[in-house]
């Protein structure tokens, strides 16, 4: 809770920049599945982009030289995530983006759906590969036929045979693999659960990560049949598991505090304050691509996004439970003092 107290302190005082602690960053709008749930699917349809890997790199250099940039600022980026949009893994290049971020010191995530992923595995050096912190594969399901139905694979043939392969290989690796699971009405049932573990242990898997489906602006409800069914087969297993039901908090936030906690660098070339809002000309910051993006951060634009934002209008989303911890510390400035004796 360190950076959210920092970002707390911040909004009680502000003066300096604050940069962001961490940042996403889209590589692509274009997907090979389908998925039913997907929040990204508009945007994808309406700006379907495929950069080249080059300015991808250029993005990484002038992240990494932010407070050089900007002096006088405090906090630091240390924290890239790839999560999607599209699917990351389909830009051609982009394990020289990976392993560029990797260099540069980031501490380094990837989530996909691990169609690609062997590309990384084959092209990037072992030593390299296992400082990323972590390797997120969406699979929703443990079979074929039902991953299908979820996922919606593209181009006439189901990639879960070579997904399921390329996990065996990362895993295999010694790298830090985990199994992510939206819950949601297709595989809410205990033969999904049963299924989900098994590819987990003849995979190598480190865990399973079950959260929720966001589904017509409404959170999946994960019960208590879910959490016992995930329980009986985690001790059958040995695999380990975790339920995610942050975006499921009451809110205790007015404002999106996030907003000024990680940016997200789209495929687009805009910078959204919002990680549920991309392609909405309301939540672009600015430019990535043709403008020196640091000279936007915490402008006047920036502060006025934040708060014309009307949180009680969002659906259940990522930030949520950090958006909440911050606005405990602002309420409890003592908690600052608490946590850094």
Known sequence: MYREAELAHWMKNPGKKLLPAQVDIDLTNICNQDCYYCNSATHRENSPVQKDYKEYITLLDKISSWRAHSPDSYGTTHTITYPGGGEPTILTGYENVIEHTIDLGFLTSLTTNGTKLHRLLHSVKIEKLEKIAWIGVDIDAGNEDLYEEIRKSLGGASWFKQVKQNVKLASSMGLNVDLKCLV????????????????????????LYFRPV?????????????????????????????????????????????????????????????????????????????LDFRDSWMNTRHHEIYNRTMVQMCKPCRPNHTNNKIQEIMDNPQLIEVLYL
């Open 184 to 207: 949601n009405p297709y595989n809410h049932n205990e033969q999904a659960v049963k299924d989900l573990f098994k590819y987990a242990k003849e995979t190598g898997a480190r865990s």
């Open 214 to 290: 966001i589904y017509n602006n409404k959170s999946h409800i994960i019960d208590n049949d879910f959490k016992s069914w995930c329980k009986v087969h985690s001790d059958r297993t040995g695999v380990e598991y975790w339920l995610n039901e942050s975006k499921a908090e009451s809110r205790k936030y007015y404002k999106c505090h996030q907003m000024y906690h990680f940016p997200v660098f789209c495929a687009d070339g805009y910078i959204y304050l919002c990680c549920d809002n991309k392609g909405v000309p309301e939540f672009a910051l600015c430019h990535w691509d043709k």
